[in-house]
C-alpha cells in the first residue's frame, strides 16, 4: 500500500534479509485491489479472539495478511477444550484462504517474536489480540515502528498503560482502532442518538451490564505444571510478574487473573461501559466518583477477579452509572425522565415502543457511522480519518472498567479527577493507577 510514510517502512526494514521474509501473493493472481491500495496485515496473537479476528480481515479483498504471530505453536484448549490454535494453525489457514481465492499458498509467515512482525517493512498495520498485559508494550513498539494498530479490547491492562498509548499512538501519527465492536453497531450507534438528542427526556441513569464466570476456576489446592513443549511461557508471561506455570493461568483463562486482566469488567465492560459513555457523551472524559455497591470477589483459587461486579459511578451532570453482573453477558440500559433505550447482547428494547421508530431529523446529533469495524479499520488507514473507536476514547472507556475494578477492591468512595485522571486525595488508590513491569518490557 502506498503511503506517505512509506520511508520510515523501508528504514525500519533495512536490518531484514531478503530471505526472512516470504514472497509475497500478487494482488492481480487473488483478483484483489491493486497493491498501491492495498493494506498488508501482520496478526500479534492468534487465539481465540485473534483467529476470530483474522477470519474477519481475511474477507476483506483489499487487504493481505502477510504475517502471524504468537507464543503457542500450535494446541487444543483455548475457549474449549476442542478449540485448536496457534500460529501454525493461522498461518495455515491464511495460506489455504489465498489458495481458495486464486493464488498461491506459502505466502504468510508464522513468528514466534511480535518484534519480528513489526520489523518487516512490507507490512502496513497491526492487528493485536494477545492478553491484556501486552496491549500497551505492543501497541507503542508498534507504534513507534510506523504500523498503524487495530488493537482488542480493553485497549489496557491500566489506567497509566492507556494514557502511554494514547501518548504514543498520538506522537508517532498512527491510526488506532480498539476493537469496541459496538460502536460499529447500527443498532447501538441509534440507541446512542435517541439519548444525545433528548428522545428519553434528560438522562438521569445508566446500567450497563456484564456477564458472569464462564469458566470454573482451579480450586485453592491447585498445583504447577509442566509447561506444553510448543508453548513458550516466558514470553507469553512477558512483562508480568513470574508465576507457575498452570494451563488455566492461559489461553482463553487469562481474564480472570489480575495480573493480566480486569475480569468480566474489563471483558464485557469494554463494550456496555463503552456505550455508557457513548450515549451519554462523556466519551472524551470520565465519572467524578466511584464507589463499590457490593460486589463479590473469590475467597480461594486461582482465579482471583470479581466474581460478581457491581460499583456505581456519578458524573459531573449528576447522571448515575451502576455496572451490575447478570447472565445476559452485556447490554446497556439508559434512563431518561420520558423514556429509556436499552440495547446489548438481547437486542434492542424501548419505553415507549415508539422510540424503535423514531426519524432522526436534520438538526439531530449523528454519531460516527461505520460500515463494519474491520472496513472502517481499513478505511482509516488509507484516508489517515480518525476511525469509529480511536484511541483516546478506548482508553475513557477502559478507565472506566479500571475505575470501578479499584474502588471494588478497596471498598469504599473514590473521588476522581478525569481531567487529571487521578483519584482526589487517595494515595493508595492511586498507586493501583498502574503496575510494575519484568525487564526488559517497557512502553
Known amino acids: ?11 525500519l526494514g533495512r536490518g531484514l534479509s531478503a530471505a526472512a521474509a ?13 497493491p498501491s491500495n492495498r493494506v498488508t496485515l501482520g496478526f500479534i496473537g492468534v487465539g481465540n479472539q485473534g483467529s476470530q479476528v483474522l477470519q474477519g480481515f481475511l474477507q476483506e479483498d483489499d487487504c493481505q495478511v502477510l504475517a502471524v504471530c504468537d507464543v503457542n505453536r500450535a494446541s ?36 514466534i517474536d511480535f518484534r519480528q512482525v513489526l520489523g518487516r517493512a512490507d507490512i502496513d498495520a497491526v492487528v493485536i489480540a494477545v492478553p491484556d498485559h501486552w496491549h500497551a508494550v505492543m501497541t507503542c513498539a508498534a507504534a513507534r515502528a510506523g504500523k498503524d494498530i487495530y488493537c482488542e479490547k480493553p485497549l489496557s491492562l ?23 465492536h459496538e460502536r460499529s453497531n447500527g443498532v447501538s450507534r441509534f440507541a446512542c442518538e435517541l439519548v ?20 470454573t476456576a482451579p480450586p485453592a489446592d491447585w498445583k504447577p505444571m509442566d509447561v506444553p513443549e ?39 465492560g469494554a463494550h456496555s461501559l463503552d456505550l455508557a459513555q457513548w450515549g451519554h457523551d462523556t466519551e472524551r472524559t470520565g465519572p467524578v466518583e466511584v464507589a463499590d455497591a457490593g460486589s463479590v470477589w473469590p475467597s480461594d483459587g486461582l482465579f482471583d477477579v470479581a466474581l460478581e461486579v457491581h460499583f456505581r459511578a456519578r458524573y459531573a451532570d449528576g447522571v448515575e452509572l451502576e455496572c451490575i453482573t447478570r447472565k445476559e453477558n452485556m447490554s446497556t440500559r439508559f434512563e431518561g425522565s420520558e423514556g429509556w433505550v436499552e440495547v446489548g447482547y438481547g ?57 470501578g475494578n479499584i474502588a471494588m477492591l478497596l471498598k469504599r468512595p473514590l473521588k476522581w479527577d478525569p481531567r487529571a485522571e487521578r483519584f482526589v486525595g487517595d494515595d493508595q488508590a492511586n498507586r493501583m493507577l498502574g503496575r510494575a513491569r519484568r525487564a526488559p518490557w517497557t512502553v
Not at 516470504?22 to 491493486?34: D, Y
Not at 476442542?82 to 505466502?107: C, I, M, N, P
Not at 428494547?349 to 415508539?354: I, R, Y
Not at 460516527?368 to 480511536?390: I, M, Q, T, W
Open 347 to 403: 437486542g434492542f428494547h424501548t419505553f415507549p415502543e415508539s422510540l424503535k421508530r423514531v426519524r432522526l431529523g436534520p438538526n439531530d446529533v449523528r454519531l460516527y457511522a461505520s460500515a463494519g469495524h474491520y472496513r472502517n479499520f481499513l478505511d482509516c488507514v488509507k484516508s489517515r480519518r480518525e476511525p469509529a473507536a480511536p484511541v483516546e476514547v478506548a482508553h475513557r472507556s477502559a478507565t472506566l472498567c479500571h475505575l
Open 158 to 180: 491500566t489506567v497509566e498503560d492507556g494514557q502511554a498509548m494514547v501518548r504514543e499512538v498520538r506522537r508517532c501519527g498512527v491510526v488506532l482502532q480498539a476493537g469496541t
Open 1 to 11: 500500500m502506498s503511503k506517505s510514510d512509506l520511508s520510515r517502512r523501508a528504514f
Open 22 to 34: 516470504p514472497w509475497i501473493v500478487p494482488a492481480s493472481v487473488l483478483g484483489a485491489a491493486a
Open 76 to 111: 487444543y484448549g483455548y475457549k474449549s477444550d476442542k478449540q485448536f490454535l496457534g500460529r501454525e494453525v493461522a498461518r495455515k489457514t491464511v495460506d489455504e484462504h489465498y489458495a481458495a481465492s486464486g493464488g498461491r499458498s506459502g505466502g504468510c509467515a508464522a513468528y
Open 196 to 215: 444525545r438528542n433528548g428522545y428519553v427526556g434528560q438522562l438521569r441513569r445508566v446500567q450497563a451490564v456484564v456477564g458472569p464466570w464462564n469458566k
Open 230 to 268: 510448543d508453548f513458550d511461557y516466558e514470553r507469553w508471561l512477558g512483562p508480568a510478574p513470574w508465576a507457575p506455570y498452570h494451563k488455566d493461568r492461559c489461553l482463553y483463562n487469562f481474564r480472570f487473573l489480575l495480573d493480566y486482566s480486569g475480569g468480566q469488567v474489563t471483558n464485557y
